[in-house]
């Protein structure tokens, strides 16, 4: 049955447009190969069930692109900042898409793995690996929630394309 299908989609504009017809057939869609905010908003406007940011991947390439090599605070992590911003930007303006990040890395360096989890708990949902749960069930300490949908409310994300962004906002 339709409700049992999850068809998973990189966030290309071709791809989110085909989500938007399979969400409105009654097809849920997870639109991944997430890297950018423009990416993830317009995955909710068109009404998409759930998409999958990759805060780690997007750290790797600002890392890459500026030649850097030293450690970046979880909250400068600019993976983070996608994912928190894509967060506050659905609780805001009401998008029912679920934003679920996966692909991990540790912000301040090896020691560190659990920094953008911690960094973004209380999203909607999380895509972690059996070794990182681990290093999460031997903390000592509760992990407090970042998130909230009452915060999110309040944040200063603005709406992007009147609510409904075309190809060329989107590509450009």
């Not at 991944?32 to 908003?41: K, N, P, Y």
């Not at 920094?115 to 300490?141: H, N």
Request: include cysteine; aromatic fraction near 8%; hydrophobic fraction near 35%.
């Amino acid at each position: 049955p339709k409700e049992r299908v999850l068809i998973e989609l990189p966030a290309t504009w071709e791809s989110i447009l085909a989500a938007e017809t399979l969400e409105k057939e009654g097809i849920q869609c997870n639109l991944t190969l997430i890297f950018s905010f423009v990416q993830g908003v317009a995955c909710a406007q068109r009404g998409a069930h759930l998409i999958s940011p990759f805060p780690g991947r997007v750290l790797d390439w600002h890392k890459a692109n500026q030649g850097r090599t030293e450690a970046t605070q979880p909250e400068d992590d600019e993976g983070v900042i996608v994912c928190k911003k894509l967060y506050n930007y659905y609780k805001k303006f009401g998008h029912d898409t679920i934003c679920m990040p996966a692909s991990w890395r540790p912000s301040r360096g090896a020691g560190f793995e659990l920094d953008e989890i911690q960094a973004l708990a209380g999203t909607d949902r999380m895509t972690i690996p059996a070794p990182l749960l681990e290093k999460l069930e031997a903390l000592d300490d509760t992990l407090p929630r970042v998130l909230t949908p009452e915060e999110a409310k309040e944040s200063s994300e603005e709406l992007v394309g009147n609510g409904m962004m075309d190809e060329i906002e989107f590509r450009y």
